[in-house]
């Protein structure tokens, strides 16, 4: 069964205050990896899709990278805006998404 | 990307009673998806709509439960039958194939069980 584990649950940060989330994943047939984000009383929205070890997405203050277990989206000088819940999910080769329980960021001003 | 909208956005049903989401995409995509989110938690997946035919589910989840429809490329239907509290939940709806390598999700339907 495909497992997909985020840490932290929770991260306040500072505005302007960089720092990164994790997401780890056991899959067995792994087509890609996705990033979310998700706004309070809203559906998930796209961010990002990487396929392979060392790949590497940006769109403005964020950036995800993905290794052989793991995927990491950094968060660089981050705005109020950014406060959300970032959900990772892994994609397997029946294109079905299994989701880690996401972290909530509250970035303060 | 795709634009995908859910109806109805919210209800409030009574135990025992059904409720038929839909879910309308606002071009062709090649898979369509239904996915519960409850209070607090991430999202899970009760199956895949299949064009034409029956839909796969995921474990746990029962065509008799929740029986779905797709009877073209850019419309699905999620029924919750026979309503428990249990079933308070959001219902999204999710899209795959639209040309870039991207999965879209609706707006979600906020589902409360009284």
């Known amino acids: 069964e495909d497992q997909v584990t985020q840490s932290p649950e929770a991260l306040r940060l500072q505005e302007g205050e960089s720092s990164s989330l994790n997401c780890s994943y056991t899959v067995s047939g792994l087509r890609g990896l996705f990033w979310y984000r998700q706004d309070p009383g809203k559906g998930p929205e796209f961010l990002f899709t990487?396929?392979?070890a060392g790949e590497e997405k940006e769109k403005e203050r964020l950036k995800a990278t993905l290794t052989k277990k793991e995927s990491f989206l950094h968060i660089t000088a981050p705005k109020p805006e950014d406060s959300a819940t970032y959900l990772c999910?892994?994609?397997?080769?029946?294109?079905?998404?299994?989701f880690g329980a996401g972290t909530t960021v509250t970035v303060r001003a | 990307s795709a634009v995908i909208s859910q109806k109805p956005s919210r209800d409030i049903c009574q135990r025992g009673t059904s409720l038929t989401i839909q879910c309308q995409v606002d071009s062709q995509v090649t898979m369509m998806f239904w996915y519960r989110q409850q209070p607090g938690q991430s999202l899970t997946l009760i199956a895949t709509a299949n064009q034409g035919s029956e839909a796969t589910y995921e474990s746990g989840f029962v065509i008799d439960k929740f029986p779905i429809s797709r009877p073209n490329l850019t419309f699905s239907t999620l029924t919750v039958s026979n309503m428990s509290p249990e079933d308070s939940s959001i219902y999204l709806c999710s899209a795959w194939g639209t040309g870039r390598d991207e999965q879209y999700f609706g707006p979600g339907t906020r589902l409360t069980v009284t």
């Open positions: 999910a892994v994609q397997s080769n029946d294109y079905k998404l299994s």
């Open positions: 990487l396929y392979s």
